[in-house]
């Protein structure tokens, strides 16, 4: 069990310190580590709690006497004892006058209640043509959200009427439970945290405040963007409480496969076939681009599976870096079925070939020579 510290060294004031300057260390102490200065920040809310733990002793004349004569021993034994904030609803609860000084208002609310929160986000899906990708678009795209209640104007209860002050937690939201020297605070059972009760309910909403609507929106795609990327719709998610802002609207973005292109990145893959001929005696071919088509030319000698890279004939940045290139990818076509003329013009190019063998040829079949003899060589 960690040790506690010396509340005087908590507040970083000295023993003698006088009522003033305890109540103007703690303020300070208490602006530093507010929770709504440090979201999210646990060390904060610790350091937040022992402030108020250390306060809550030296403040009083009879616990700070008792303090100062046993230690943390005289303030945690007997009734009336210390501190020990389990929540930091009961610090609001215990001083919060001291915060809307502080804060201008930001600590405990007046008649207490909820703190505003912000509404939950949403999440869709749009898919989209590579092309579309390519140029960016505009889509329109429908949800079904909750909004507030317009024939309540999001209060709940029945036009003329008015929620009331929840009876069970004196309107603060909250209920504070004592186990022993400890106290506990939780959420308001019965008004579930709001702080008010509905005698009489809203005959659209029946009491909830909100209602499920179905909303049109217009998404703008831009330029760039890939298979798995996702948008952000700023305050187009569901309605926030206590008016808290509205949540956000995600929307995930998915490209359609294109029959003529392979996409990695920036960049596109496109596979052109040619024929035999038109790889070793080279050629022009229109090939697909994104803007329609472009004329490449193929060298006479071309591979199977050689690539070509056209500059800038990619897909833009979404977020503004160099646009990626074209890979055109040459596949040379055996056909499978020959008429006459082509069968026999192909028997004298293999008769020639078997008379003029290229170099390439030549080193193979000597090659393949060498590795046979060697094998009759070991028999």
Not at 30 to 54: C, I, L, M, Q
Not at 275 to 281: D, E, H, I, K
């Amino acid at each position: 069990m960690a040790t506690k510290r010396d509340f005087y060294e908590v507040l970083g004031v000295a023993k003698s310190a006088s009522d003033d300057e305890i109540k103007r260390a703690y303020r300070k102490l208490a602006g530093k580590y507010h929770p709504d200065r440090n979201p999210g920040d646990a060390s904060a809310v610790t350091a937040f709690k022992e402030a108020a733990e250390a306060f809550d002793i030296l403040s009083n004349p009879d616990k700070r006497a008792r303090y100062d004569r046993f230690g943390h021993a005289g303030v945690e034994m007997g009734a009336g004892g210390g501190g020990g904030f389990q929540d930091v609803g009961d610090i609001f609860e215990a001083f919060g006058d001291m915060f809307g000084d502080i804060f201008g208002g930001g600590g405990r609310r007046q008649g207490g209640g909820p703190r505003p929160r912000k509404g939950d986000s949403l999440q869709t899906s749009l898919t989209i043509e590579l092309l579309d990708a390519a140029v960016g678009c505009t889509r329109e795209i429908e949800i079904e959200k909750h909004v507030s209640c317009v024939t309540c104007n999001g209060s709940g209860a029945k036009p003329g009427t008015q929620p009331v002050k929840c009876d069970y937690c004196d309107g603060r939201g909250q209920v504070i439970q004592s186990q022993g020297f400890f106290r506990v605070q939780t959420t308001c059972p019965s008004c579930r945290g709001r702080g008010t009760s509905i005698r009489e309910k809203c005959p659209d909403c029946r009491g909830q405040r909100v209602i499920s609507q179905s909303s049109k929106l217009e998404v703008k795609v831009p330029a760039g963007i890939d298979n798995g990327m996702q948008l952000v719709l700023r305050g187009e998610g569901e309605v926030g409480e206590s008016g808290g802002p509205p949540g956000d609207l995600y929307v995930d973005i998915r490209v359609k496969t294109h029959p003529l292109f392979n996409r990695d990145g920036r960049n596109l893959m496109c596979d052109v076939p040619i024929t035999f001929a038109q790889a070793a005696l080279g050629t022009q071919l229109d090939i697909p681009i994104l803007t329609g088509k472009h004329n490449i030319t193929v060298p006479p000698g071309t591979q199977p599976g050689e690539v070509f890279r056209l500059k800038s004939q990619g897909m833009p940045d979404p977020h503004g870096g160099p646009r990626g290139d074209l890979l055109v990818q040459f596949h040379v076509e055996v056909p499978k079925k020959l008429n006459k003329k082509q069968e026999e013009l192909l028997r004298q190019l293999a008769e020639l070939d078997d008379k003029q063998v290229s170099p390439q040829r030549k080193t193979f079949f000597d090659s393949l020579k060498t590795f046979f003899s060697k094998d009759e060589e070991a028999e």
